[in-house]
Structures are given as C-alpha cells and as structure tokens.
Nanobody
Framework: QVQLVESGGGLVQPGGSLRLSCAASGSIFSINTVDWFRQTPGKQREWVARLTWGGSTVYADSVKGRFTISGDNAKKTVYLQMNNLKSEDTALYVC??????????????WGQGTQVTVSS
C-alpha cells in the first residue's frame, strides 16, 4: 500500500556528516508526520526527530544542534542531515510515516532502515 525506503547510510569518521533519505511511495493521500528512530542491538529503539508535514520539527536532546530533519513535498521524501557525528550515533536508522492513504484511512508505515556506523 505504502512503502518507505531509507538510503544514505554508511561508514563515516567521527565529526563527519551523512544525509539520510526516507522516500515514501504508494497509495498516499497525505502525510501527517515522519519520524526517524534509531536502534542498536540490545538497546531500545530511540526516537531521533520528527517532521510535521507543513514544517514544524522536533529533536531528541541527544541530536539537537547536530541533526536537521526536512522534507520535499513533491518527492514525498524526508531527509535527516547529520553533522558532527559521534560514535554513539552508530545505529540502524529507520523512518516511520503517519499516512492517510487514498481510501482515507490512517496508518503508520515503517521502512527497513539504513545502517550508520561512526568509527575511525
């Protein structure tokens, strides 16, 4: 029905930058919010940032000032610009979208994730 595909992860040195993308496709009528989460083995999933379609953004304290979430309405894509990366940012980054589908029902959809590894 709706697919979310993340990309942009990789290996980066501490202090470096990456830009993650979360591209939505399928039977989308509208998108309400998109969240980024991250998960590491043995730890609980951690919420990172939220974009409310229309512009407002919220960040976890751990990434505030380093990460920026933004969206491209035409491409139905949300970006997470990550600067000054630290080893503790290493995780699988997953996006979640709160979507109204064309049938006017509302669902959460999740992507598969993209791995970010911060290491020298």
């Amino acid at each position: 029905q709706v697919q979310l595909v993340e990309s942009g992860g990789g290996l980066v040195q501490p202090g470096g930058s990456l830009r993650l993308s979360c591209a939505a496709s399928g039977s989308i009528f509208s998108i309400n919010t998109v969240d980024w989460f991250r998960q590491t083995p043995g730890k609980q999933r951690e919420w990172v940032a939220r974009l409310t379609w229309g512009g407002s953004t919220v960040y976890a304290d751990s990434v505030k000032g380093r990460f920026t979430i933004s969206g491209d309405n035409a491409k139905k894509t949300v970006y997470l610009q990550m600067n000054n990366l630290k080893s503790e940012d290493t995780a699988l980054y997953v996006c979640k979208a709160d979507v109204v589908v064309v049938a006017r029902s509302r669902y959460d959809f999740w992507g598969q994730g993209t791995q970010v590894t911060v290491s020298s």
